[in-house]
């Protein structure tokens, strides 16, 4: 098995896509450090060996793709997985020696002809649409640094949507014809439904969590004894 070296110096965008296109495991990049997919970028360790996926997101990640991809059939928008990376932010003006983002995201609606980073088609450009699954560990990361990297950098991006595993919670950011954006949408019950009116596609939540069984206890209602 080739997996990337375990090592803490700053590597370039340049190097990490060699590096990552030897590897049989998935990792990120971020200003200049490589880390799996499934951990946080700003934890003590990288490069583990172990790939931090559960069940529950791998369900998660199968049902969004069913339900958006069949609605998307026959149009000219389409759905790509987390195996496809998706390149931001390269020129940024950062502290960093090594800045840019490389992230994997769990589901990525492209509409129109699909640009890439360069001939191998690994590396997209222009999102219309990203969707990540929350984990424990990721979840500050996703929620706070990848999404202003999205939002700032991704002109083709006007929607971002983030999905817990362990409780029925799906968060909709919609970009405004001002360009700002704005929270359309927070669904917390499964008869719920968000609009993604860009890509004319609803997301029931019975079933995003279709199969999740939730180990999470609901909160107590207020003034609950």
Known sequence: MTNLPKSR???TEGEYLALERESEERHEYLDGVIYEVGENPYGDSIYTDVTVVSRNHGTICTNLTVEIGSQLRGRACQVFSRDLKRLSDSVLRSPYPTPGLDACPDLIVVC?????????????????????????????????????????????LTDYVVVAQNRPLVEHFARQANGQWVIAATATNLSDTVLLNSIGCELRLSDVYDRI???????????AQ
């Open 9 to 11: 110096r700053l590597y």
């Open 112 to 156: 129109g002809e699909p640009q890439f980073h360069d001939e191998l088609r690994d590396v997209l450009l222009n999102p219309r649409v990203i969707i990540e699954v929350l984990s424990p560990s990721t979840e500050a990361f996703d929620r706070g640094e990848k999404f202003l990297r999205y939002r700032t950098y991704l002109d083709s």
């Open 213 to 223: 069984v939730f180990t999470e206890a609901p909160p107590d209602p207020p003034n």
